[in-house]
């Protein structure tokens, strides 16, 4: 794949490099965040069958991964930092799981091999891209899945109205601060100053512009959005 001069070059966003950091990074995800629910609603939205194959991109430390392998023939967990990708390997060894196929890549770079995906998957990682090519990377998995194909994607994404930014980054930081501590909301701090995150209209926009159907969305605290998309027949 020749990768134009003017592509966004996605290991550059500092942001990105997790590659030291999968092991703290997996314990600290289970303090903050409730994972099982998390997979469970994604799981239940899927609906998988023991012939169907997926792709996970930004999978991190592979614990939505090694999940939905229980449940389908193929899991292609994809992403860009290698540190991440050993780790989840070795978790997928010590629980015996051998139906996942652990492949480096981002979402402008991977190029899908197989068979049309019955599903993508990705959370907490297409903030990294801004948003014209967050519009390139739905449109790339849009083309990765079968007709009839479900897409799922969790992220960071703002839902109140920006008048309101010094009062809604000021309590939810704060709150943040109350729930897991000082260096939990600098990390929050970090992530609004630093990253990609879009708002709510913007995201729906661009989901529904690379062609999908939006089934469900749901925001939780204006912060986090789920979106639960089908590649529909035309
Ligand atoms: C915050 S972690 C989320 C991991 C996991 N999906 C979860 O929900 O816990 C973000 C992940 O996205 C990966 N990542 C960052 N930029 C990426 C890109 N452009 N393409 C693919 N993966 C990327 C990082 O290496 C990291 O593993």
Redesign the pocket.
Known sequence: MTIPAWQYH??D?P?????ALAEF?DQD?QKH?D?QR?IAEILDFLDLSADQSIL??????G??ALAAARHCRKVYA????PG?LRYAEKKAALRTISNVEFLP??????QHQGTPLNAVV????LH??PDFWKQI?LMRIFDMLKVGGKFCL?DVVYSFDPKDQEKFFGEFISKASGKGGPEFAARITDHIRKEYSTMDWIMRGMIERAGFEISREKNNLGFFGLYLCTKARR
Do not use: C, K, N
């Open positions: 996605e290991p966003h942001g990105a490099d997790f590659d990074y995800m965040r994972i998390e996970e991109i930004g999978a991190g430390t614990e939505f994809v992403d860009l930092s991440m890549g981002g979402f402008l770079t991977y990705t959370q907490i990682a990294h891209l990377a969790r």
